[in-house]
């Protein structure tokens, strides 16, 4: 088996609006080996969210190909999609993206819910999983806007976690935090990584990317630099 975890062949995204084409991504071709903590960097509208959320599987290219351990995704339906998407990928987005009527365990247990596991066993997972995010335990029942902006993305954090995923993508999981709470947001990424999890991590902050064992750089939505 290689140990190549994602795989971007000669990708293309353009999106078309009205007589308009958007050359989102321009031929990108990048490999992630299983534990890269990768970062992505680039101006705004340069393709980092078009290119991670192609990794995870919220959206296809337009040409090339993309291979999550090794299964080119670019030929599956949506039911195959979103199969892989749960077996294999956390997403944690800038917004936090909380259900604001559920208390920080219920957001918790969201995806585990769609994956049908029995009750006991999520509720299980979810604490679990917010105790490896780093959210005291009496912060389980309160909702969204009883919670400090570190304290939700720690609950996106464990949402992410909770089935397990090999890959944890995050779309500037530090651009809403001010930047004590956003070092303290990657250094548990950062340890996270280091227990096994390969990290893929969008920023717009040079500082984010020493963190990272590769940074991306891209330029109109083509990698400029691939630094390892
Ligand atoms: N759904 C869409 N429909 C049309 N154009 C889109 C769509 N999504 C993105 N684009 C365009 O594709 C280009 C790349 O967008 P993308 O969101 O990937 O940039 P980005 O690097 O993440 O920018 P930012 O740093 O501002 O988040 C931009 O020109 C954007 O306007
Ligand atoms: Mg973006």
Do not use: W
Request: net charge negative; with cysteine; hydrophobic share 40%.
């Amino acid at each position: 088996m290689s140990d190549t975890i994602v795989q971007m062949e000669d990708v293309k995204k353009i999106y078309t609006l009205g007589a308009n084409e958007i050359h989102a991504l321009n031929g990108v071709d990048i490999s992630i080996k299983k534990g890269d903590f990768v970062t992505i960097m680039g101006a705004s509208g340069s393709g980092k969210s078009t290119l991670l959320n192609m990794v995870g599987c919220l959206d296809t290219p337009t040409s090339g190909t993309v291979k999550i351990n090794d299964i080119d995704i670019t030929e599956l339906n949506d039911d195959k999609l979103t199969t892989i998407r749960r077996d294999n990928i956390g997403f944690i987005f800038q917004q936090f993206n909380l259900i604001p009527t559920l208390t920080a365990l219920e957001n918790v247990e969201i995806p585990m819910i769609f994956s049908r596991m029995p009750p006991n066993e999520r509720k299980a997972r979810a604490l679990h999983a917010l105790e490896q995010a780093k959210l005291e335990i009496e912060y389980a029942d309160h909702r969204p806007n009883e919670l400090s902006g570190g304290q939700q993305q720690r609950v996106a954090i464990a949402r992410a976690l909770a089935n397990d995923p090999p890959i944890l993508l995050a779309d500037e999981p530090t651009g809403n935090l001010d930047s004590k709470t956003g070092k303290i947001i990657m250094d548990l990424l950062s340890q996270l990584n280091k227990a096994g999890t390969t990290l893929i991590v969008v920023t717009h902050d040079p500082k984010l990317a020493e963190y990272s064992n590769k940074n991306i750089m891209l330029l109109d939505g083509e990698v400029s630099d691939d630094i390892n």
